[in-house]
């Protein structure tokens, strides 16, 4: 080789380090400046994630806490609007308290209530107990309780009218949910003796109920007591924010602390039933969105590394082939590479679209399956809106008429045959009426035991919602008797149907079920459970609206619990043209 060629190829060399160089270098530059890029987007994307997770979860343990409260007030009401209860407030009779307070386990165990109060219009205690769920002897309840009710009770006199207070009270006992209602009659008429109080004491056991109910783990710290440094930042950073009685919680009003690497807290601040700072409902859940964007940002790391130091010996490689061939070779190789890398990447890409279709088509079917089990489970428009919003449903009714029905002497029946024989007879007469409920357009609420419930005028409101549900009643005697005659098995239904204003919604987290309360509905039940094999009984309030459609018969007065006397009929069918 010439002393010429020998420079050039020195020059060729020196000149390939240096692109080298610049080519390792600038790679290193750019894959760090894209790691430090992702890695910032997915530390700060997760995070925000992270803090909407927890404030989400602690709306879903205030309103946990605000449907507790609700409950405990209908519970309460539901009490002070009995007859019986106003007549026990206005003499000195204590009858109704030995029949309906003896019994400490129906409060305790049904209603999880841990003190019953009855105050008196000028502020003194007639009946106070502190329950024990273990059955020891009640004791009498908190002074704090004693001493709210009286200025409660001064409230409601300087008001006089009617009332009901519902919120946390600081007790000897621990927190505690209070709800207060004025004891009047069923018909809300009468002027106010008094209230009746019912309070939960929101114990570990309590709050561990709550926690399996909203799966969330949640704690209450006491603002009174001792706190730690961050406890006492986020105390003096809420008390400029809503408490938990707001109906709409900002995010502001929810403080969001990382305890470790592990785990996160959000906060919100509880004001008492006077609207003072009580204490914090802690949530503390696990910071799985922080684990794993630390890991993602390790994998990517680690995968940029690698990419790095394999681009950094490719390119060394290249370069010296490069310079090795000839540039019409290099120009010929390199059109031939693309070539082939663009048929590839077209193949890939026809198989990848091929893959995806089949999968969007896949899981199009199991949306369209899960919607369908919903629909079975919940009405078609309460499903709409779940699927709309997702948040909880409750809807007021003002015209709805409710029908209950129980199969008359089902228990021997069913003591008598083999259990698989007992589910497919009640199944079959069940599925006889679910094809009665969908032939009238009605909606079918729950069966319980050989029970059926049946309502109409909800979640869609219509006109002829007694109508309907008349055409019903009948209409299932009908099937019953076919079906006695095919199965040979002696039984009969007892219906009862009333009309009025309900509210309806859809309860639990993890099984929905969509259910009904209110005064027509109990009334309704009772219809059923105060009339005879084979009568359909309504109430007057139902007898009024199809008088000139049907044929009645008139049954009389009936004792009907909670609610006194009541006239009631006997439906018989409807009436003809003629008599029309």
Same mark, same amino acid.
């Given at each position: 080789?010439?002393?010429?060629?020998?420079?050039?190829?020195?020059?060729?060399?020196?000149?390939?380090?240096?692109?080298?160089?610049?080519?390792?270098?600038?790679?290193?530059?750019?894959?760090? %400046?894209?790691?430090?890029?992702?890695?910032?987007?997915?530390?700060?994307? %997760?995070?925000?994630?992270?803090?909407?997770?927890?404030?989400?979860?602690?709306?879903?343990?205030?309103?946990?806490?605000?449907?507790?409260?609700?409950?405990? %007030?209908?519970?309460?009401?539901?009490?002070?609007?009995?007859?019986?209860?106003?007549?026990?407030?206005?003499?000195?009779?204590?009858?109704?308290?030995?029949?309906?307070?003896?019994?400490?386990?129906?409060?305790?165990?049904?209603?999880?209530?841990?003190?019953?109060?009855?105050?008196?219009?000028?502020?003194?205690?007639?009946?106070?107990?502190?329950?024990?769920?273990?059955?020891?002897?009640?004791?009498?309840?908190?002074?704090?309780?004693?001493?709210?009710?009286?200025?409660?009770?001064?409230?409601?006199?300087?008001?006089?009218?009617?009332?009901?207070?519902?919120?946390?009270?600081?007790?000897?006992?621990?927190?505690?949910?209070?709800?207060?209602?004025?004891?009047?009659?069923?018909?809300?008429?009468?002027?106010?003796?008094?209230?009746?109080?019912?309070?939960?004491?929101?114990?570990?056991?309590?709050?561990?109920?709550?926690?399996?109910?909203?799966?969330?783990?949640?704690?209450?710290?006491?603002?009174?007591?001792?706190?730690?440094?961050?406890?006492?930042?986020?105390?003096?950073?809420?008390?400029?924010?809503?408490?938990?009685?707001?109906?709409?919680?900002?995010?502001?009003?929810?403080?969001?602390?990382?305890?470790?690497?592990?785990?996160?807290?959000?906060?919100?601040?509880?004001?008492?039933?006077?609207?003072?700072?009580?204490?914090?409902?802690?949530?503390?859940?696990?910071?799985?969105?922080?684990?794993?964007?630390?890991?993602?940002?390790?994998?990517?790391?680690?995968?940029?590394?690698?990419?790095?130091?394999?681009?950094?010996?490719?390119?060394?490689?290249?370069?010296?082939?490069?310079?090795?061939?000839?540039?019409?070779?290099?120009?010929?190789?390199?059109?031939?590479?693309?070539?082939?890398?663009?048929?590839?990447?077209?193949?890939?890409?026809?198989?990848?679209?091929?893959?995806?279709?089949?999968?969007?088509?896949?899981?199009?079917?199991?949306?369209?399956?899960?919607?369908?089990?919903?629909?079975?489970?919940?009405?078609?428009?309460?499903?709409?809106?779940?699927?709309?919003?997702?948040?909880?449903?409750?809807?007021?009714?003002?015209?709805?008429?409710?029908?209950?029905?129980?199969?008359?002497?089902?228990?021997?029946?069913?003591?008598?045959?083999?259990?698989?024989?007992?589910?497919?007879?009640?199944?079959?007469?069940?599925?006889?009426?679910?094809?009665?409920?969908?032939?009238?357009?009605?909606?079918?609420?729950?069966?319980?035991?050989?029970?059926?419930?049946?309502?109409?005028?909800?979640?869609?409101?219509?006109?002829?919602?007694?109508?309907?549900?008349?055409?019903?009643?009948?209409?299932?005697?009908?099937?019953?008797?076919?079906?006695?005659?095919?199965?040979?098995?002696?039984?009969?239904?007892?219906?009862?149907?009333?009309?009025?204003?309900?509210?309806?919604?859809?309860?639990?987290?993890?099984?929905?079920?969509?259910?009904?309360?209110?005064?027509?509905?109990?009334?309704?039940?009772?219809?059923?459970?105060?009339?005879?094999?084979?009568?359909?009984?309504?109430?007057?309030?139902?007898?009024?609206?199809?008088?000139?459609?049907?044929?009645?018969?008139?049954?009389?007065?009936?004792?009907?619990?909670?609610?006194?006397?009541?006239?009631?009929?006997?439906?018989?069918?409807?009436?003809?043209?003629?008599?029309?």
């Amino acid at each position: 080789m010439s002393s010429q060629s020998q420079i050039i190829a020195a020059k060729l060399r020196q000149k390939n380090r240096r692109l080298g160089l610049l080519l390792s270098l600038g790679s290193l530059g750019v894959l760090g %400046l894209l790691y430090l890029i992702s890695a910032t987007f997915v530390t700060q994307s %997760l995070g925000r994630l992270e803090t909407i997770t927890v404030r989400q979860d602690v709306r879903r343990a205030v309103d946990g806490v605000d449907r507790e409260l609700r409950g405990l %007030l209908v519970n309460t009401c539901d009490y002070a609007r009995w007859d019986e209860f106003y007549a026990y407030m206005t003499t000195n009779d204590r009858t109704f308290e030995r029949e309906n307070f003896a019994s400490s386990r129906h409060f305790t165990d049904l209603l999880n209530v841990d003190v019953l109060a009855v105050v008196r219009p000028d502020g003194q205690l007639r009946y106070g107990q502190l329950l024990s769920p273990q059955g020891a002897p009640p004791t009498p309840p908190p002074p704090s309780v004693e001493a709210y009710l009286r200025h409660w009770s001064q409230q409601q006199r300087r008001a006089q009218s009617q009332a009901t207070q519902t919120g946390w009270l600081t007790t000897e006992s621990g927190p505690m949910l209070l709800a207060v209602c004025s004891v009047t009659n069923s018909n809300e008429t009468a002027p106010p003796q008094g209230g009746f109080a019912m309070g939960r004491v929101l114990s570990r056991s309590q709050m561990q109920r709550l926690e399996q109910r909203l799966r969330v783990q949640m704690q209450l710290v006491d603002l009174s007591g001792s706190l730690s440094p961050s406890e006492v930042e986020v105390r003096d950073r809420l008390t400029r924010q809503p408490g938990l009685g707001d109906s709409a919680l900002p995010d502001d009003a929810i403080a969001v602390v990382p305890i470790t690497g592990d785990r996160i807290a959000g906060y919100a601040r509880i004001d008492d039933i006077n609207g003072i700072p009580l204490a914090l409902l802690r949530v503390e859940l696990n910071r799985d969105l922080h684990q794993q964007g630390l890991l993602a940002n390790q994998l990517l790391g680690g995968v940029l590394l690698v990419v790095g130091v394999v681009f950094g010996l490719l390119g060394r490689w290249l370069l010296k082939q490069l310079m090795q061939e000839s540039q019409r070779l290099a120009r010929v190789e390199q059109a031939l590479a693309h070539e082939s890398v663009l048929r590839l990447a077209n193949a890939r890409y026809q198989d990848k679209a091929v893959q995806l279709e089949i999968a969007l088509k896949e899981l199009n079917k199991e949306k369209e399956r899960s919607e369908q089990l919903l629909i079975n489970i919940l009405p078609e428009s309460i499903v709409q809106r779940l699927k709309e919003n997702g948040t909880s449903i409750a809807e007021h009714f003002d015209e709805v008429t409710i029908l209950f029905a129980d199969i008359v002497n089902f228990t021997p029946i069913a003591a008598r045959l083999p259990p698989f024989e007992v589910v497919e007879l009640l199944n079959g007469i069940f599925s006889e009426f679910d094809d009665l409920v969908e032939e009238f357009g009605l909606e079918k609420i729950k069966t319980i035991g050989d029970a059926y419930m049946v309502a109409a005028g909800l979640p869609v409101p219509r006109t002829d919602h007694a109508e309907a549900i008349a055409a019903m009643a009948l209409a299932m005697q009908q099937r019953v008797a076919d079906f006695r005659s095919k199965t040979g098995e002696a039984f009969q239904i007892r219906v009862g149907i009333n009309t009025g204003t309900v509210v309806g919604g859809v309860i639990g987290t993890k099984k929905f079920i969509y259910d009904l309360w209110g005064d027509t509905v109990n009334v309704a039940s009772r219809m059923e459970s105060t009339g005879l094999a084979g009568g359909i009984q309504v109430t007057a309030a139902t007898y009024n609206r199809l008088k000139d459609r049907y044929a009645f018969e008139v049954r009389g007065t009936v004792q009907i619990k909670g609610k006194g006397e009541m006239e009631t009929y006997w439906l018989r069918g409807k009436k003809s043209t003629e008599e029309g």
